[in-house]
């Protein structure tokens, strides 16, 4: 379907149909003298509005590639394109622009600020990007009924269940209109119950704002709800599968 | 510089922390670690006491020196100025500041370190390096002007009440409002100085992690 419309588009439209391209990315840890090459060259493209999910064991690669995409660290080598800019060569200042426009970070371990409330940690992403203190509450408040919590905008994290304070960190990544939404293992301190919720959530978002959403997990409830599944393996891209092709029955996974 | 085309223009690429958000933000994470805080502060507290109990003690000897009674005069004069003690107390007091910037630093230090996540995760929001270092530096700050604030005042309580012991109501009758307010400032900015210097190192620290190291740090 893409091919026709391509070619019917500007130029310019196709240059930033991709909004993830990673080239080459290799990334080595030293520790002492040993090397640990945790990716081993990734070439990743993705598509704007897509839902991927990259999907593999404990130290396959996939938290150092989300790093990568997320502008968190560097790679060794190879590049990484966010909307066809190269990250490596963004100063602190465009880095900072990066994370609290561009992208929005959510983490297994919500990684709320304990000293603030729900809405203050919604909202200061906001601060950082220059909105008044007036914008900032209600465009707050206003995420965070949609993401079904409304009534503790002035909880703090300790006061909050677990699915609540990753509802928060949902919120908080949608603070700036992003286009991109990281999720690093976000069901991965929930319990089954909390963990559909949340992707169910993630599944709406993008599906009525576009917003990409990337998302680095091993939990295969992700599977059913994503465009297209990367597969990571000892630091390469094993396979990756679109929705269609994956062999699933409702509600269960390979059963034969 | 580089290619700004897919990015926002310039006038949109504002980061921005107000300093009364920044304060606020301070504040609340010193109040919830509010025991820790106070071990701080106490350093600094004890450290400054003695700076100002010494300068005290020289203000309220020049005042006795120049306008107390005849008795307590030749009392002074009596002990006379030994130049050796002089330099030991000099010595004394600077070693005693050097002791509260360590013990600063490395409180800050352990602060820092317990919120590695914390500090990775604002980076992620968005936050400069320079943002991170203002949080340090600020929270530093208070503590630094409390406990400096309790110090001037202990120093120049006790040196008054330990001189009267010495010679009777004349410290209190020629009390040297002005100079003792001008040394309390001094004792104060002191104070307020080490503190900011003792989290300089910690916050730069703090400030230069990448977000992913900072984020995979198990505390």
Redesign the interface.
Known sequence: MSEEQAVTTEPQDID?QNIVRTRGVRRVYKMGKLELEALKGIDLEIKRSEYVSIMGPSGSGKSTLF?MI?A???PTSGKVYI????VA??????L???????IG?I?Q?F??????TALENVT??M????LSTDESIDKGVDLLETVGLGDRVQHRPLELSGGQQQRVAVA?AL??DPAIVLADEPTGNLDRQTGREIIELLRRLNTEKEVTIISATHDLKMLDVSDRIVWVEDGKIAKIQRREDLDLDVGQIGED | ???H????EPS???????LS?AIE?AF??L??RFWRSLITIGGIFFGIAFLMSILTSSALNKAMLDGGSSQVRALLEQKGTDAEAETQQIWLVTLSLLVCVVGITNAMLMSVTERF??I??????????I?IIELFLLESAFQGLVGSLGGVILGCLFMTVSMMSSYGMEPLSVFPVMSVLKFGLYSLGAGLFLSIVGALYPAQQAAKM????A?RTEV
């Open positions: 930033v790093n997320g968190l660290d560097k909307d066809e800019v190269d060569q963004l100063d602190a200042y465009e900072a622009w990066l994370r609290c426009r561009k970070y983490f371990t990684n709320l600020i304990p000293v603030m200061l992403p601060i950082f990007a220059g908080r603070a700036n | 510089m580089t290619t085309s897919a990015t926002a949109q690429r504002q980061i921005s922390l107000p958000k933000i609340r994470s109040k919830i996540r914390e990775g995760t604002m980076k992620c929001l968005g936050a400069l390096d943002f990448l977000p992913a190291d984020m």
